[in-house]
């Protein structure tokens, strides 16, 4: 068997998939187990600077498939985790590059390797995307919980489905918690209902996200990042873990909370 | 190398491509390329698709008769498992079964009956579609006669019907009854949050259910060029009913005072 392949995409773009890979990638690298983030956005590498290896690169995804480098060689080990490496795309080329059949051999490959194959998949629902999901074993649909990127996580989720995918589980990213509170924004539970997969993991709206991408430190790194811990959690549900769902942070002054406190709002 | 995801066979009822596993787009390489290596065996000829437990929406299916007419050849049949890929050719215009008697396709040069067919046709269009999934983004639904959805409509997701539509879930989608003309068709649903319905030619994007009868089921009908919303209380039905029923309800009730 080896191990798992989990594709991450959302359909629309902007919402978090590359910061999702990277963070998930090192809380189970933390779990201490080996783990490869693939970035399949062939011709929009990113995936590179958010883990902080943009420098390190010297062969890519491309050099691999088609032949220039052996696998091993493309493999940038991370800065940190001696078990988390990263398989950067080629910035050069385009989706057209590689094909569903080649990235299948080359998880295959990855798979005898590693134990988690984090495949960062590009926005939209064209080549590039079908491609990052074809060898998937499992997938995660990440979105944020507004009208558009909810309506793109849907198709996509679609698309999952009519491949016999998954089971495709689902992270919110960037929930504005006062925002929720005010009705100005999609509940969990509107998004839950409506896309109706499995709630793998809540992320909160966290500056330090911002920070790390920029810094290449992910922020799942940082023990004091309420966005970290989110990704952490996740990381540990992927394991089978049973983690509760942490509570959303809140602005709200202290009188505002004791009495939150004191008459439990519905979960 | 895997099997080819595109094998054409000849059979007594002519030429048939089956499709195998794999993403449309290889799939639409090989047939490409298959069809081009004897272009002029195929050129003029017709064909029927064999999809099996494949889902392809009407665009797909175009997409499949492109890559076919590009090399002169004519699709005139899906043969599929799924109701939905069916009503899709069926919506394009194209037989959904390879039966002989249904058309044949030349006349017959050698009559026995070669292999027995598969029951996967017998579909007869004016009957109803059921589906038992959720309509995601996308998804597009189309058929000529009733349609009844097992699951919820989602928002980017149409579900059109010659006839009655019947969506066991939440309708936030679009919804089209009666897409032939017919005024009396109707648009049921458990709970109704549509972007837009219409009947026959009428558009309506403000259907909303009333706050009285919010999360109860709803039913969606034409009365005065209007689609009105009316809720589905248990044992009266809609409250104010289409007038068709309304009459036929009636009609039931004297004849049974009569009887007492």
Not at chain 1, 45 to 72: A, F, P, Q, S, T
Not at chain 2, 129 to 155: C, E, F, K, Q
Not at chain 2, 204 to 232: C, F, K, N, Y
């Amino acid at each position: 068997m080896g191990g798992r392949i989990i594709t991450i995409t959302s359909g629309k773009g902007g919402v978090g998939k590359t910061t999702t890979t990277a963070n998930i990638g090192v809380g189970l690298a933390l779990l201490g187990k080996s783990v490869v983030c693939v970035d399949t956005d062939i011709g929009l590498r990113n995936l590179d600077l958010v883990m902080g290896l943009d420098n390190r690169i010297v062969y890519d995804l491309v050099d691999v498939v088609e032949g220039r480098c052996r696998l091993k060689q493309a493999l940038v080990r991370d800065r940190h985790l001696s078990e988390l490496y990263l398989l950067p795309a080629a910035q050069t080329r385009d989706k057209t590059a590689v094909s569903a059949a080649q990235m299948q051999a080359l998880c295959d490959e990855l798979r005898k390797e590693f134990d988690f194959i984090l495949l960062d998949s590009p926005a939209g629902i064209e080549t590039g995307f079908h491609n990052a999901l074809a060898p998937a074993d499992e997938v995660i649909i990440v979105t944020t919980p507004d009208v558009s990127a909810v309506r793109d996580a849907d198709r996509a989720i679609g698309f999952v489905e009519a491949q016999e995918k998954g089971p495709a589980r689902l992270i919110i990213n960037r929930i504005k918690s006062d925002l929720v509170r005010k009705g100005e924004m999609l509940t969990i539970e509107d998004v839950v209902e409506l896309l109706a997969i499995e709630l793998i993991g809540i992320v909160p709206e966290d500056e330090t996200i911002i920070m790390s991408t920029n810094r290449g430190t992910p922020a799942a790194m940082d023990r004091k990042s309420l966005a970290g811990q989110a990704f952490r959690n996740i990381a540990k549900r992927l394991t089978g873990q049973e983690v509760p769902f942490m509570p959303l942070p809140s602005n709200d002054g202290w009188l505002k909370r004791l009495t939150r406190f004191v008459r439990p709002a519905s979960s | 190398m895997p099997a080819s995801p595109v094998v054409i066979k000849g059979t007594s009822e002519g030429l048939i491509i089956e499709l195998g596993q794999g993403d449309l787009q290889t799939i639409l390489r090989e047939l490409d390329q298959k069809l081009g290596q004897s272009a002029r065996f195929f050129r003029g000829g017709r064909v029927a698709l064999r999809v099996g437990s494949r889902l392809l929406n009407r665009d797909e299916i175009e997409a499949l008769g492109n890559v076919l007419y590009k090399w002169e050849v004519t699709l005139w049949a899906v043969e599929a498992d799924l109701p939905e890929t069916r009503a899709a050719a069926d919506s394009l215009g194209l037989e959904t079964s390879i039966r002989p008697a249904s058309r044949s396709p030349a006349p017959s040069r050698e009559e026995p009956a070669a292999e027995e067919k598969e029951p996967a046709g017998g579909w007869v269009a004016s009957e109803g579609l059921l589906v038992r999934r959720t309509l995601r983004s996308g998804a597009s639904l189309v058929h000529r006669g009733h349609i009844v959805v097992v699951g919820d409509v989602n928002p980017g997701a149409e579900v059109i019907a010659g006839g009655d539509i019947v969506i066991w879930g939440t309708l936030r989608g679009m919804a089209h009854a009666g897409a032939g003309g017919d005024e009396g068709a109707v648009i049921c649903a458990l709970r109704f949050r549509p972007e837009q319905v219409r009947i026959a030619d009428v558009v309506s994007t403000h259907v909303q259910e009333p706050a009285v009868s919010a999360g109860m089921p709803h039913m969606a009908a034409l009365r005065d060029r209007q689609i009105v919303l009316e809720p589905w209380i248990e044992g009266i039905g809609a409250a104010g009913r289409h007038p068709k029923d309304v009459s036929r309800r009636w009609s039931g009730f004297w004849r049974w005072l009569r009887r007492h």
